[in-house]
């Protein structure tokens, strides 16, 4: 099971300030139990050996006790199939994902392979309906059983970008390797970030304003995922404000004046011998 990142709207959320005491201090480790999908086995006993394998006062029936109390509150949807019984956290994408989320071309989550059964979604909008939760799907149908792999149409579209750059370098096509080098990059980032990259990067060395010490990187090169090194396209993220912060005049100290350095003087060999009293000897001598 991955971990889970909780967002901090779980602080002020109304739905779990009604909860008991006892609920609301077990509520994240219901959290863990459920897959990418917000869904799980919500059997009492396969719970109790989960979730609370080392509590003995929490036993099977305290466990049934609280998840009634989920569900009276619209934060749990139960439902059975098949003879078991599965539990959906109706708020699930509202409030975790995730730790290890990556995104598709549209900035949409991409959710590990299902091994839960989609909820039945008459049952679920009734149910989001009576508890004033708003229906949009929740993102429980369409990717059954698939597994997440980088969109190699994204890769594709992206590289077809790069290529009619002016500035950029040019590639006959994009063959498989440079593929499996980038695909990492691709199945992290949105398409609409990378490309914006590309633009951005384009920009920077195509003009005397701007200040880059690589400008003639290769595209899986540009997009390459750093092991031990910053990738490239990292400094042109739409967040990384490229086309402010790699300006010439963002690197020089604002209002700031420099002393002007004192030129030495130099001395001609009569002066110099001059100086030491060289001439006095020689007349002397």
């Known amino acids: 099971m991955p971990n889970r990142v909780i967002k901090d709207s779980v602080w002020t959320s109304p739905t779990l300030a009604k909860l008991s005491q006892l609920a609301d201090a077990y509520w994240d480790r219901f959290i863990l139990v459920a897959d990418d999908w917000g869904c799980f086995d919500a059997a009492p006993e396969v719970i109790k050996g989960t979730v609370f394998p080392r509590r003995k006062e929490v036993d099977i029936e305290v466990i049934e006790e609280l998840l009634q109390e989920y569900n009276k509150n619209g934060l749990l949807f139960l439902w059975w199939e098949e003879d078991r019984r599965w539990g959906f956290f109706a708020k699930w994408d509202k409030h975790y994902y995730s730790g290890s989320t990556q ?119 540009f997009f390459r995922k750093g092991v031990q090194k910053e990738s490239p396209f990292k400094r042109f993220l739409p967040e ?42 020689e007349k002397k001598k």
Not at 256 to 269: G, I, N, R
């Open 103 to 221: 995104y598709g071309s549209k900035g949409e989550r991409i959710k590990h392979r299902r091994k839960t059964p989609e909820p039945p979604k008459d049952e679920l909008k009734a149910y989001l309906k009576q508890s004033g939760t708003k229906w949009n799907d929740l993102e429980q149908s369409g990717t059954k059983g698939l597994k997440p792999k980088p969109n190699h149409k994204d890769i594709y579209s992206t590289f077809s970008h790069w290529i009619k750059k002016p500035n950029l370098i040019k590639h006959q096509k994009l063959t498989p390797d440079m593929i499996k080098v980038v695909r990492s990059t691709f199945k992290t980032y949105p398409i609409s970030d990378l490309k914006s990259c590309v633009d951005s990067y384009n920009t920077v060395i195509g003009s005397d304003d701007y200040w880059y010490s690589y400008g003639g990187l290769s595209f899986e090169t």
């Open 240 to 281: 990384a404000k490229p086309l402010e912060n790699l300006l010439r005049d963002a690197k020089k100290p604002a209002n700031k004046t420099f002393p002007e350095k004192k030129q030495s003087k130099v001395q001609s060999a009569d002066d110099y011998l001059k100086s030491i009293g060289a001439g006095e000897y």
